[in-house]
């Protein structure tokens, strides 16, 4: 199985700071990832699929890169709207997984 | 548009089981998978499972599998998810989203373990 494993679990910023989350994969893999974005109360919501590829919709400050054993989500301009906690999923192979969530709070 | 929208909460016994269902809409139902996702409160996402809803096939999560079974009704666009022997550590919300990446998801279904 492959686990992933996000870091850090928790991010204080500031509104026009850019921040990097980073997701590793116990095993080597390529593009089969996904970034969620999920506030309180409410489903997540599909940021980042294959690995780079923006969905429909999403800001263009948000991006993903990354192949192998580590992938990452950065946000190039924090705005107000972007507090929420993060998660990667991998779709390589089952049984698919997720990371345990990156929580982005205001500084 | 894309839809899926899921039955309502749900209290249960432990040991009691449990239906979930995820009716989509907008698109061709038998083009994408339907992922199982849930979250204990919280907590993070949790993986469920999956089913192939043109041939039927799933794939579970280990620690749930001889427990869970997906299913789906392709005439009324319809997927299912039953989870037996309910225990309290089931507590959590249920999600539905589609395919294998998750690019629509249902609304949530709260499911609540408790005597």
């Known amino acids: 199985d492959i686990q992933m494993t996000q870091s850090p679990s928790t991010l204080s910023a500031s509104v026009g700071d850019r921040v990097t989350i980073t997701c590793r994969a116990s095993q080597s893999f390529s593009s089969w990832l996904a970034w969620f974005q999920q506030k309180p109360g409410k489903a997540p919501k599909l940021l980042i699929y294959k690995a780079s590829s923006l969905e429909r919709g999403v800001p263009s400050r948000f991006s993903g890169s990354g192949s192998g054993t580590e992938f990452t989500l950065t946000i190039s301009s924090l705005q107000p709207d972007d507090f929420a906690t993060y998660y990667c999923q991998q779709y390589k192979s089952f049984p698919y997984s997720f990371g345990q969530g990156t929580k982005l709070e205001i500084k | 548009q894309v839809q899926l929208m899921q039955s309502g909460a749900e209290l249960k016994k432990p040991g009691a089981s449990v239906r979930v269902s995820c009716k989509t809409s907008?698109?061709?139902?038998?083009?994408?998978?339907i992922s199982w996702v849930r979250q204990a409160p919280g907590q993070g996402l949790e993986w469920v499972g999956l089913i192939n809803v043109y041939s039927g096939n799933t794939n579970y999560a280990q620690r749930l599998q001889g427990r869970v079974t997906m299913t789906r009704d392709t005439s009324t666009s319809t997927v299912y998810m039953d989870l037996r022997s309910l225990r309290s550590d089931d507590t959590a919300i249920y999600y539905c989203a589609r395919s294998d990446w998750l690019d629509f998801w249902g609304q949530g279904t709260l499911v609540t373990v408790s005597s």
């Open positions: 907008g698109y061709s139902f038998t083009t994408h998978g």
